[in-house]
């Protein structure tokens, strides 16, 4: 865990500034999902992050938060000055020991792009001294674990639609992340965004698309019945676990519990209208799928997958990308998201990069 060289010594400040001896904030800590769910949905505010869905969180907790020695922690946060009863701030957590050590975590496990708690809506997001005194109440209730690791949070000066900043971060000492996430917006119309791009990249989002419906079969669809959604997924499942070893790179999700994972996020964002998964197919046979999700007109890009033989003509994945964006701005989207990394196929849509910053104490 090279993040563990930022671990701050000393209990009584970070970054230099002392807690305050008393708090108008009272935290707790829990184990138990449903009762946290509950609250959660009675926090949830409209704009919330696309990861913050009662569906995403339940699926997480009931699969890769029981995978590697992982348990829930969850902490809420609640404004002592009111009424007491109501939530200032949620923490969706795990914990898991490692050489020994109690290490508490955001609810990730890789598989999450950008981790942020639940804020009850109001204008203090920003105020360092509301920040102390949240994580004086959180590090108490922490008491007896021994590394807080929060990683991939947006940093403070990015605040768009579903990537709100922590109001954690004045109080945390925070250090860049190695990794970005990756963004496009399209105020307007599309054709006058798509003109914005370079003209060689224009031209080859046509030339692709024209190769890719040679085929009278070939098509673009958004997948919304549950079971073919699941067929459609297991294909995608199979095709990216293929390139991906066949690449010789480090994969995760062809694990049972990361599989499960994705199956139930699927099923329930189907449900809820968070989830979307989209596919260039030519009759039965699936040549590129994409699954993401959907949060107060922002889309995030999550998983992608192509054939690897007899289509690479027609750049697949890119023309994926292309194709699903187009289509959920018809639905009135205005903000893409390819998430975190650093694929070459990203930059070709004119991105501008989301920094994102990690804390360890």
Known sequence: MSALSHVEAGPLA???????????????????????????????????????????????????????????????????????????????????????????????????????????????????????????????????????????????????????????????????CSMSGNQFNVAGDWDTWRHTLDKRVRKEFERSWRVFTRSPNARFERITEPQRARDVLHLLEVQQAARMHALGYPYLLDQPAFRDFYRLALEGGLQDGSAVLTALLDGDDLVAAQFGLVCDGRYIALRLSIAEEGWKSCSPGRLMCERTARHLHEQGLTWFDFGIGDYAHKETFNVSHIPLVDACE
């Not at 807690?19 to 009675?42: C, H, I, K, N």
């Not at 913050?52 to 020695?69: D, K, P």
């Not at 690791?149 to 000492?173: F, I, N, Y």
């Open 14 to 176: 970070i970054s230099g500034v002392p807690f305050p001896a008393m708090t108008r904030y009272v935290a707790d800590v829990g184990q138990d999902l449903e009762s946290f769910l509950s609250r959660w949905t009675r926090l949830q505010p409209a704009t919330s992050s696309p990861f913050h869905s009662v569906a995403w969180l339940r699926a997480w907790y009931s699969t890769i938060g029981r995978h590697g020695g992982r348990e829930p922690l969850f902490v809420g946060v609640r404004d002592g000055g009111g009424d007491g009863d109501t939530d200032s701030m949620l923490l969706p957590l795990t914990r898991r020991r490692c050489a020994g050590l109690w290490v508490v975590e955001f609810a990730d496990g890789s598989v999450v792009d950008y981790n942020a708690p639940l804020l009850a809506p109001g204008g203090w997001h920003d105020d360092p001294a509301v920040a102390h005194g949240l994580w004086h109440e959180v590090r108490r209730v922490l008491k007896g674990h021994d590394i807080v690791l929060l990683e991939k949070m947006p940093a403070q000066r990015v605040d768009q639609p579903g990537l709100r900043p922590s109001p954690l971060t004045p109080a945390l000492r925070t250090y860049a």
